[in-house]
């Protein structure tokens, strides 16, 4: 069991490595570690993560009273009180901006597709919680629709939220869910995203025991056959608004892996299925051409 005091320096360590990867600015985001069974300790408000002191953080009750501290703890207090309420297990949350996760969560790209084999056996999918302002009642609300299912999600037009069993294995969530972005990101600049399919992926999460990775939730889509796989919980996925979600939506296609972004580069038809609307790119002079030869042949 963890000290007080090594909890308060644990949460320096992950405020100074935050704001050194660039994933908060100025005195953005928040991080709270369970103390014991009723109080937590939590960053304060105000204060730049890249320069916390032990003595700076508060401790507070599990409705988010203070009971010792200078400082007055962090304004999205009420969006960590949610998650230790939802989810019993859960003994770290941090929350930041990471720019390229962040980009992703105003585009309102969730980073669902199986590409990582890693991210897969770590946090399986991470959806984006519905936009809400921020240090208001209504983020716990949009975050309690995935928290159950998932240790890692974006919050629209907002930035990211991870959680574990202690600080370090919620930060470490936190860097995944950026590199992902990051990698997703350039995947798609290239053009070509190919997926792993949806038995590998349970595969993959079948090993996640021998890691000694808890896994959140079970993949949800029960319409595609999922062989000898995990449960999949129905009518519970996204969409169904107001119930939380049970199971992960993960984007991974049965069989031997279909590309959900059709090739763009020069000369490759094969991702191209018939049927399928692959997308063409024309310079204006190609474009005109097209019009002025379609023109001709109507004459
Ligand atoms: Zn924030």
Do not use: W
Not at 141 to 148: F, G, N
Not at 162 to 176: F, I, N
Request: hydrophobic share 40%; aromatic share 4%; charged share 25%.
């Amino acid at each position: 069991m963890s000290t007080e005091s090594s909890l308060r320096a644990d949460i320096v360590e992950i405020g100074r490595r935050m704001y050194a990867r660039g994933y908060t600015a100025s005195n953005d985001g928040n991080i709270s570690v369970r103390l014991d069974r009723d109080r937590l300790l939590m960053t304060p408000k105000g204060v730049c993560k890249g320069f916390l002191t032990p003595d700076m953080m508060c401790v507070t009750d599990l409705d988010g009273r203070k009971l010792q501290g200078d400082r007055d703890p962090s304004s999205e207090i009420l969006m960590h009180l949610e998650v230790y309420r939802q989810r019993p297990d859960v003994h770290a949350v941090v929350h930041a901006h990471p720019p390229i996760a962040t980009g992703f969560a105003v585009a309102g790209i969730p980073l669902d597709r199986a590409v990582l084999a890693e991210v897969l056996t770590t946090l399986g999918s991470v959806p984006i919680a519905e936009y809400a302002t921020p240090s208001t009642k209504e983020l716990p609300e949009a975050v309690r629709k995935y928290i159950r299912a998932h240790d890692g999600m974006l919050l629209a037009n907002h930035g990211a939220l991870t959680v574990g069993g202690d600080v370090y294995s919620a930060y470490y969530k936190m860097e995944t869910v950026e590199h992902f972005a990051k990698i997703s990101l350039v995947a798609r600049l290239l053009g070509r995203e190919n997926l792993i399919s949806r038995e590998e992926v349970i595969r993959l999460q079948a090993l996640r025991g021998t890691y000694g990775i808890q896994a959140p939730a079970p993949l949800c889509d029960p319409s595609t056959p999922l062989g000898a796989g995990p449960p999949a919980p129905l009518g519970t996925a996204v969409g169904d608004p107001g119930e939380p979600a049970t199971c992960q939506v993960v984007q991974a296609p049965p069989g031997a892996g279909l590309r959900l972004v059709p090739d763009l580069l020069d000369g490759d038809q094969r991702s191209v299925r018939p049927g399928e609307e692959a997308e063409i790119r024309l310079t204006y002079r190609e474009l005109s051409a097209l019009i002025e030869d379609a023109i001709r042949s109507l004459r």
